[in-house]
């Protein structure tokens, strides 16, 4: 069947779904011809119709649009693109490259996929991606409402959808497994757990592709479409259903007040660098939407790493960033994003730092995203680092807090000179964030996330171990602040053992008595590992998927996390949005730092303790924190209470379920000093 064609509009960009047909719109300003194929199904070799679009009828400015009658939702379409093949002037056009739609919704093709056939020359059509119309704006969301955590109040999950729900031992049917529907199924695991928000890495659909024998591009930070979400990642047997197997993952959990962020990739994309495959944003306008070498335009400007830098400050791809956001909160709910490499976006279109970049502003001012949680990882790939001062673009953005991360390993670990900056990091970095009127709950603290060591591993490896990766040890970080606590690796040893729980739960304890948004890793709660590997991005295996054998195995651990975050939550001084006084205060909220003895802290590099007591007259809250990282015990003055006693309520010495308990629950302290044991922490409140 041959479809009617008629000119069609410029606008909505991508595929367009009416009662009567389908509208087509695409932006290149350098092609001089398209061909817009339609194929009956993802597994055509071939389309069964081919539409010529030329610029007299089917080009406005630099928009090429077509409207075709009786096709509809579920139609698979693809792209050929003609133009000079130029790359010393940037053009990069190849019309044997079947294209993607840079709007496309859903993504197929991918059981005849082959990455290298849009390398090599030659026609690629049987091997392509093709994109898919669908029609989203029918889906009963049932009054789905965003929970709208505020930061302060938020505790931050990461995780990743395949290999949260991927291992044998999930309890989940085989489809199901890796799935946004399997997740759906763990939300109760989530909601006992106590977390307010998932951020879940890469959901965009991306090409797993990775040239190594036996490995992926796991983690999927490659992006083919940013407005698609991932097949494999979908249990779903249509795009359609898929779609609404992301949105009943959502709708579900909201309705456990979990909020949904996703962590996305605009700074570069599944292309790569001058040797990459032609898969859609190359063959339709490379010079626009990639930053190129000035000197040399047919090479790319790598700022992110990964071989290419996403010309986002160009008015064309910077507005495929605003729609894809729009896209995602309007259509699909999720609540919030972080951005990868987020310093990247803030590179003008010669590649060099702006001081203003529009694309950030232009996110934070959008009013479909005002309310959603804006994360950034503020720096790049090739040196423009940006704590701190990321927040220049306003007030909005929330960033990664790298130097927490830093600091509490260092400082837990025992190394010399890190009490006055660990103390900057509970206090809520002011050095780094020097705005008093910024929200102090927008900076991100942790002590892991996806890219590095486990939690578990940060105690039990001094070294990397990442010879699965087939790179020879050569990747990943070297600067790892880890101590494997006396031994490399598991050990049977009750003492090394027993340490490095303790190490882990001190770790735990002063992320959550810090000031900021507390985020930790999928699996931490139960020492999942990855046997020293610090960069897992390509193992699709179990060596990357959380073990649910291990939920009963670490019970100890998982019910200190539980009652941690519990405790946090309920308690107002751990959940301000504003500055805490150095000075006492009789009715603002205020920080003291001790030492051993009251308001006597230890500054000096070889000091290793640190103690402090946060004051809420107000909320009638009185917390005083010990943290003794160093190697003998230490005996610590208590500060009066001026009604009632001190009551412990963590110490990580002490095994489960003494090392913490419920606030009601806690025990009273009737002496003047109390001796913190070696490498543990005491948390006391006043009742």
Same mark, same amino acid.
């Given at each position: ?246 949105r009943d993952l959502v709708k579900a959990l909201h309705k456990a007040g979990i909020e949904v962020i996703l962590d996305v990739v605009f700074n570069h994309t599944a292309e790569g660098n001058e040797s990459g495959p032609t898969l859609c944003f190359r063959g339709w306008d490379n010079p626009t939407y990639y930053i190129l070498n000035p000197a &040399?335009?047919? $090479?790319?400007? /790598? +700022?992110?790493? %990964?071989?290419?830098? #996403?010309?986002? *400050?160009?008015? !064309? ?48 001012s959008d009013p479909c995203l005002a309310g959603t949680k804006l994360i950034a990882e503020a720096w790049d790939a090739a040196g423009l680092y940006a704590i701190g001062r990321f927040v220049n673009v306003g007030h909005w953005y929330a960033e990664w807090n790298g130097p927490f991360r830093d600091d509490a390993r260092r400082f837990i670990k ?24 910024? &929200?102090?709950? $927008?900076?991100? /603290? +942790?002590?892991? %996330?996806?890219?590095? #060591?486990?939690? *578990?591993?940060? !105690? ?61 890793s999928m699996g931490d709660e139960i020492r999942r590992t990855q046997l020293g590997n610090n960069n897992a991005y390509c193992q699709n295996n179990r060596l990357a998927w959380f073990d649910w054998d291990q939920v009963r195995a670490s019970l100890p651990l998982l019910r200190f996390l539980r009652l941690l975050i519990s405790n946090a939550r ?118």
């Amino acid at each position: 069947m041959q479809h009617r064609v008629y000119k069609g509009t410029s606008f909505p960009l991508g595929a367009t779904v009416y009662p009567d047909g389908i509208n087509f719109s695409v932006f290149s300003a350098h092609a001089e011809s398209v061909d817009l194929l339609l194929f009956e199904s993802h597994f055509s070799p071939e389309p069964y119709q081919i539409v010529q679009l030329n610029k007299p009828n089917h080009c406005t400015y630099n928009y090429w649009h077509a409207f075709i009658s009786s096709i509809g939702s579920g139609q698979v379409y693809a792209f050929r693109v003609y133009g000079a093949y130029l790359p010393e002037s940037g053009l990069r056009f190849d019309a044997n490259k079947v294209l993607l739609d840079p709007y496309a919704k859903f993504i197929v093709g991918w059981d005849s996929y082959n990455r290298q056939a849009a390398i090599d020359p030659g026609d690629n059509c049987a091997q392509a991606l093709r994109s898919v119309a669908i029609d989203s704006t029918s889906y009963d969301w049932e009054n789905d409402a965003h929970p709208r955590t505020p930061f302060a109040e938020s505790v931050i999950y990461e995780l990743h959808v395949g290999a949260f729900t991927q291992h044998p031992n999930s309890g989940l049917e085989d489809r199901k497994r890796g799935t946004f529907a399997g997740l759906i199924e763990k939300i109760p695991y989530l909601k006992e757990l106590g977390v307010t928000a998932v951020e879940l890495m890469p959901i965009h659909q991306f090409d797993e592709h990775d040239a190594r024998k036996g490995l992926t591009n796991y983690w999927g930070y490659s992006t083919v479409g940013f407005f698609a979400p991932h097949l494999q990642y979908c249990a779903a047997a249509s795009p359609m259903s898929s779609i609404n197997e992301f949105r009943d993952l959502v709708k579900a959990l909201h309705k456990a007040g979990i909020e949904v962020i996703l962590d996305v990739v605009f700074n570069h994309t599944a292309e790569g660098n001058e040797s990459g495959p032609t898969l859609c944003f190359r063959g339709w306008d490379n010079p626009t939407y990639y930053i190129l070498n000035p000197a &040399d335009q047919s $090479r790319y400007e /790598n +700022f992110s790493g %990964c071989g290419n830098t #996403f010309n986002a *400050n160009h008015p !064309v791809p910077g507005r495929l960033i605003l729609d894809s956001l729009r896209y995602w909160v309007s259509e699909m709910h999720v609540d919030g994003f972080r951005f990868d490499l987020a310093a990247a976006l803030g590179r003008g279109i010669s590649g060099e730092p702006l001081n203003r970049p529009p694309v950030l502003w232009a996110i934070e001012s959008d009013p479909c995203l005002a309310g959603t949680k804006l994360i950034a990882e503020a720096w790049d790939a090739a040196g423009l680092y940006a704590i701190g001062r990321f927040v220049n673009v306003g007030h909005w953005y929330a960033e990664w807090n790298g130097p927490f991360r830093d600091d509490a390993r260092r400082f837990i670990k025992g190394d010399n000179g890190t009490v006055r900056k660990m103390s900057l990091r509970i206090a809520g970095s002011s050095d780094l964030y020097i705005d008093p009127d910024r &929200d102090i709950g $927008r900076s991100i /603290n +942790f002590i892991t %996330c996806h890219d590095g #060591f486990t939690l *578990n591993d940060l !105690v039990s490896y001094n070294s990397k171990h990442n010879e699965a990766n087939g790179e020879s040890n050569r990747d990943g970080s070297d600067n790892n602040y880890s101590w494997n606590c006396g031994f490399e690796g598991p050990s049977k040893d009750q003492q090394v053992e027993n340490l490095r729980l303790r190490q882990i739960k001190n770790l735990l304890t002063i992320l959550f008595v810090s000031y900021g948004t507390p985020m930790i890793s999928m699996g931490d709660e139960i020492r999942r590992t990855q046997l020293g590997n610090n960069n897992a991005y390509c193992q699709n295996n179990r060596l990357a998927w959380f073990d649910w054998d291990q939920v009963r195995a670490s019970l100890p651990l998982l019910r200190f996390l539980r009652l941690l975050i519990s405790n946090a939550r309920h308690l107002q001084i751990l959940r301000l949005n504003e500055r805490l006084s150095s000075l006492p205060s009789s009715t603002g909220p205020s920080i003291s730092w001790h030492g051993v003895k009251l308001m006597c802290p230890d500054w000096s590099e070889e000091s290793h303790s640190i103690a402090f007591t946060l004051n809420h007259p107000l909320a009638g809250e009185h917390l005083h924190v010990m943290l003794n990282t160093y190697w003998d015990a230490l005996a610590f003055d208590l500060p009066q209470v001026s009604s009632g006693l001190w009551h412990k309520l963590i110490d990580t010495s002490l095994e489960s379920p003494l090392d913490i308990v419920q606030i009601d629950e806690s025990v009273p302290i009737d002496t003047n000093s109390l001796m913190v044991q070696a490498r543990s922490s005491v948390v006391l409140i006043a009742k």
